[in-house]
């Protein structure tokens, strides 16, 4: 295809060619010069003109020589072609989709080092694994098998496993419908259901995490001062009793250290964090191996662990060595430590603890081995209270009154009340890691597969290990062990740690590590959920938190991550905090699984994930068993995270920045918008639901802003935000040349409805023509059901101008569509007199002026009106006017019948009009009015004629030049209208219209008005004077609008008759009912 050109210019050509000449210079690449003209608005792209348009357009010349792509040359200013943005598009890293994006994009993404990406195996897996597999597995897991036995410990962590297996298929199914960027679960579910439900969700789950990190610092700090090193403890107790107590302040203080710590090493170093990950990870790994590995060795050599009994009773033996009461030393038998805690000396004579004296010391095994049948012992619950004994089934034991027992005694006794729906609590925070390998989405090799795989295979992998723990605890371990949290009957040793094989080290120290690493992980992990939270721009007070060090770390956020994480730990209690965090995981899961279903049974084009193994009804069944097993865990504390999330749902709907992702809440509200709009189609609604839905009419000054702000105060006040309302406008010309000026107008449209808080919808129309562009609107303003059936719209106050000749024609033609329309109109008159939003009156009448049925718009407007807070002390007033023949008596009290049946509360009053003779003022305007009109249709008419001759002599003087212009551009010629001016003609016509001039003066003086217009003033100046004499004081009048003239001819004598109703009051909103009752006695 040829590119290069000769412009040859049109008049050049003398054969007629021009057209074609003129067809070649329209070819792409070729500059097109002044004359070419400017570009029309949606022709393409603006072009360029002078030396750089020159240049560029050789470039352009240049890059399209040789290439077939010339016709798109436009569309390439600002859309790549698809052979460059496809390599793009498949090696998509963290940006966010888009043209531009890639384009501004691309130089730095060159610049930067290429980072390993992480498989399946590295990247979701053993994440996972990690985060699953925790503090609770060894530090609680012995305890709730022990407390809730086999049976109901298989059923809570059956109920907690499906309940993430079940999240992770949803979760599965919206990580593999696109890319999914940086920021893992919050992401998914802020583009799921949208910026409320995702910064009241991700604000849960960051709050899951802190709580987990946390937790997890707790859990360190009492392996470390319960297993470890005991003698470092700060608070000594000095009785049994206030060891718990000893407890927890010690763990405030370390914990408080260390969490201290660990923000610090996050502050320095985060590299160091994850290069650590794989070491935790082998630690847990090794601890459950070992674990296994003892579970066998009990098979066939059970290790030699005595537990000591006091009849059923478990004994602790931090105190004491021997397990029995005497013992023989040499050929003498002497007491034991243990009699000393039950009897007030050493001496066999000594007065014990009844229970002490009656009972028998037993020795037991703690760990009798997998063959030795404890299985059966282990299968169902033994819940205890709070400072219960841990007692062992099936031993002797001789019952005493509980008054006798003393302090001190070294029993083994419960902490805390025990039942089911307290260990879901404390169980499930053991579970809560399924998202460590979507929250990495950013660093892996291929998110949409490595995410499902690796997460599902992490539950089953986990899911099996708990399972088959709680078998294997209960098989191995004696019922008064596993019920023994801190190993007190085992010289407080742990209790798993006692289990595994080679040394109970092996399980203390891989323990300590991994609860050590796992706080750190959420200490990483939780200020950059924060971060990307603040980023996002939903939540304005969160903003600050968005900010960092240079490099990005979230330094702001670690900070109130570690203020928060505080809290949880001068809680204290491992149990206590378990819940807290288990609350905020299972509302952030049962999200996941909404968002799923949504999209699922929205079936958006755009969900079309490639994870097939999925359905809504799984994602349904997930949703309701995590919001069960919220309330099963704790329902106050349930109420108290919903509570927590609605609030920041409500903030950041209220204050938050608008964001549009495409997400599920507004498909879903599409879709019942349009199964709303489909079922009120059917018909119009019954008078007991009709509400008056306002197209509002707004005019615009020259610089596109709204003239009369105060019709939208009137329509706030009016609907009170209920209902539908549009607010209308007009520009006159073409929507090519004026939609710059239609978007600036609509801009300044919606920023007044914002200020006045009108809830509704814009829509602005560009037409040749005022008057057909309300036509317009009047006309197909609304969709469906939901259109409007009342026009408000203000009195047009220059009417009378000469600026303006034209606008009460307009407004009366707009009265006439809305009566075609069938749809009510409301006219206000000294608009900007009205109150707005922020005014109130304190008292006043609202006056009804009720002289034509109209369906009951005047009684409802008054009613609508006095339900907002400017109008709510205004009193209602009705007046109705009775005829000569009527009983006014009995036309009150009917009135007042009525309006008790309407529950409408107002005072009636009867006006009588007398009638009189036509008065000489009401005759005088009259006639005044009709010569203006006369008038103005003379002026109009002599404006016409001199327009038209001009044109005409126009026109010949063009068609003495070409031949062809006179033929098909020259009307036929009047008579009077010559080219040929001679002094006699010229001296003919001036005393023409001279002599025309002064016939239609004589005329216009010597006019008679018209009998049906005198009657019609007469009516407005008697009615006048009647609303002036009793509603003058009034705040507002509202008035019966007299319908408009059937012969057109006397439109402007209608606006007058309408100036003259309304004269001297204040505010007044005329009415026009639409034909059809809009008020109801029935219910």
């Known amino acids: 295809m040829p590119t290069n050109f000769t412009v040859v210019p049109v008049e050049a050509r003398a054969d007629g060619g021009g057209d074609e000449a003129a067809e070649r210079t329209d070819a792409p690449g070729v500059p097109q010069g002044p004359e070419s003209g400017g570009p029309s608005p949606g022709d393409g792209s603006a072009r360029e003109s002078g030396m750089l348009a020159n240049s560029v357009e050789a470039e352009r010349e240049s890059f399209f020589e040789g290439k077939n792509m010339a016709l798109f040359e436009e569309e390439m200013d600002s859309n790549p072609m698809v052979s460059s943005l496809l390599n793009k598009l498949a090696n998509y890293t963290n940006l966010s989709q888009g043209v531009v994006e890639h384009e501004e994009d691309e130089d730095s993404k060159r610049r930067e080092v290429k980072t390993p990406r992480m498989g399946t195996f590295i990247g979701v897996y053993l994440p996972c694994l990690q985060n699953i597999l925790g503090v609770i597995l060894f530090l609680r897991l012995t305890w709730i098998v022990g407390a809730a036995g086999v049976l109901q410990s298989f059923l809570i962590v059956s109920m907690c496993c499906t309940c993430t297996m079940l999240t992770a298929i949803s979760m599965s199914a919206i990580a593999t419908n696109g890319v999914v960027p940086a920021g893992g679960s919050y992401y998914m579910i802020s583009r799921s259901l949208g910026p409320e439900f995702g910064g009241a969700v991700g604000l849960c789950f960051y709050l899951g995490t802190t709580f987990a990190g946390a937790m997890y610092i707790l859990g360190t700090i009492e392996i470390f001062l319960t297993y470890i090193s005991t003698g470092v403890a700060v608070f000594q107790a000095e009785t049994v009793e206030g060891e718990a107590v000893a407890l927890l302040n010690n763990m405030r203080v370390y914990g408080t250290c260390t969490l201290a710590l660990m923000a610090l090493v996050v502050f320095v170093g985060v590299k160091y964090v994850n290069k650590l990950a794989l070491v935790f990870l082998a630690c847990v790994v090794l601890s459950i191996l070992a674990i296994y590995a003892g579970v066998i060795k009990t098979a066939f050599d059970p290790p030699d662990i005595p537990v000591c009994l006091l009849g059923n009773r478990t004994l602790s033996k931090r105190s004491f060595d021997v397990c029995s009461k005497m013992h023989v030393v040499g050929n003498n038998t002497v007491t034991t430590a243990l009699w000393g805690l039950f009897c007030n000396g050493s001496r066999p004579s000594a007065t014990c603890d009844e229970y002490f004296a009656q009972n028998n010391v037993t020795e037991i095994q703690g760990i009798p081995g997998v063959a ?34 003393t302090r001190g005694q070294p029993y083994v006794l419960t902490d805390i009340m025990t039942c089911f729906t307290m260990l879901v ?192 009804t799984l994602s349904f069944l997930g949703m309701s068993l995590c919001l069960a097993l919220m309330f099963i865990c704790s329902w106050y504390y349930a109420l108290f995270a919903m509570l927590i999330a609605g609030c920041i749902y409500k903030y950041i709907e209220y204050r ?64 009170a935000g209920k209902g539908l309302t549009i607010v209308g406008s007009v520009l006159e010309g073409t929507y090519l040349d004026k939609h710059e000026e239609a978007q600036c107008a609509e801009e300044n449209i919606r920023t007044l409805m914002g200020v006045e808080r009108t809830k509704g919808f814009c829509q602005l129309v560009v037409s040749s023509s005022l008057r057909d562009g309300m036509s317009h609107l009047i006309q197909s303003a609304g969709l469906g059901g939901m259109k409007h059936n009342t026009v408000l719209m203000a009195w047009p106050a220059s009417w009378k101008q000469a600026a303006g000749p034209f606008s009460w024609k307009n407004f009366v033609d707009t009265v006439r569509d809305t009566t075609a329309a069938q749809q009510a109109l409301l006219v206000a008159k000294n608009i900007d007199a009205f109150p707005q939003n922020q005014e109130r009156f304190s008292e006043g009448h609202i006056d009804v002026w009720w002289v034509v049925h109209d369906g009951g718009m005047l009684m409802l407007l008054p009613f609508l009106l006095r339900q907002h807070k400017v109008w709510r002390k205004c009193r209602m007033r009705i007046f109705t006017v ?58 109009q008419l002599s404006k016409t004629e001199r327009e038209r001759e001009a044109q005409l002599i126009h026109d010949r003087n063009t068609a003495s030049h070409t031949a062809v212009a006179s033929k098909t551009q020259a009307p036929p010629t009047p008579d009077k209208v010559q080219m040929t001016w001679t002094k006699e003609k010229l001296v003919t016509e001036k005393h023409k219209n001279k002599d025309a001039g002064v016939t239609g003066l004589r005329d216009l003086f010597s006019l008679k008005p018209d009998q049906s217009n005198v009657r019609r003033m007469h009516t407005a100046v008697k009615l006048n004077g009647v609303v002036l004499s009793k509603s003058q004081d009034a705040q507002l009048v509202l008035l019966n609008m007299p319908g408009p003239p059937r012969n057109r001819q006397g439109d402007e004598n209608y606006m007058e008759f309408l100036e003259v109703l309304t004269e001297g009051l204040n505010r007044v909103l005329l009415v026009r009912g639409s034909g059809r009752e809009v008020i109801t006695i029935y219910s």
């Open 656 to 719: 938050g920045a608008e964001k549009e992702w495409g997400d599920g809440i507004r498909g879903l509200s599409l879709n019942a918008a349009r199964y709303a709009l489909l079922r009120v189609e059917h018909g119009p609604p019954h008078t007991k639901n009709w509400r008056p839905q306002v197209l509002v009419m707004l005019s615009l000054d020259t610089e596109q802003r709204v003239k009369h702000p105060r019709l939208l105060s009137l329509t706030s006040q009016l609907k």
């Open 372 to 405: 030795s049948g404890v299985f059966l012992d282990n299968l169902w619950s033994t819940y205890a209270d709070k400072g219960a004994f841990v007692e062992k089934k099936g031993v002797p034991s001789v019952p005493v009154p509980e008054e006798g027992r």
């Open 882 to 939: 009775a005829q000569v023949d009527d009983n006014s008596i009995q036309m009150k009290k009917d009135l007042q019948t009525f309006l008790y049946h309407l529950r409408i509360s107002a005072e009636v009053e009867v006006v009588e009009m007398v009638e009189n003779d036509i008065s000489a003022f009401t005759y005088e305007k009259t006639l005044m009015m009709e010569q203006r009109s006369q008038m103005l249709k003379q002026m």
């Open 425 to 616: 609590g404390i169980y499930f925070p053991s579970v809560t890691g399924i998202m460590a390998g979507s929250n990495r989405s950013g660093d892996l090799k291929d998110a949409q597969k490595s995410i499902p795989t690796g997460t599902i295979l992490a539950i089953v992998t986990t899911s099996f290990i708990y399972l088959s723990c709680i078998a294997l605890f209960g098989a191995c371990i004696e019922g008064v062990v596993l019920r023994d949290k801190f190993g007190e009957a085992l010289q407080g040793n742990l209790v798993i740690g006692m289990l595994a094989w080679p040394s109970p080290w092996v399980i203390v120290i891989g323990s300590f590590f991994s609860t050590c690493g796992a706080g750190l992980q959420s200490l990483t992990g939780a200020p950059r959920l924060l971060q990307a939270i603040a980023r996002d721009g939903i939540v304005p007070f969160l903003q600050v938190f968005g900010h960092g060090k240079a490099n990005g770390e979230p330094t702001w956020a670690l900070l109130l991550t570690a203020l928060i994480c505080e809290t949880g730990i001068l809680i204290a209690s491992l149990d206590s905090v378990a819940p807290i965090l288990s609350m905020f995981f299972l509302m952030c899961y049962m999200f996941v699984n909404l968002a799923c279903a949504v999209q699922t049974l929205l079936r958006t084009p755009n969900w079309r994930p490639r994870f097939k193994f999925y359905h809504w």
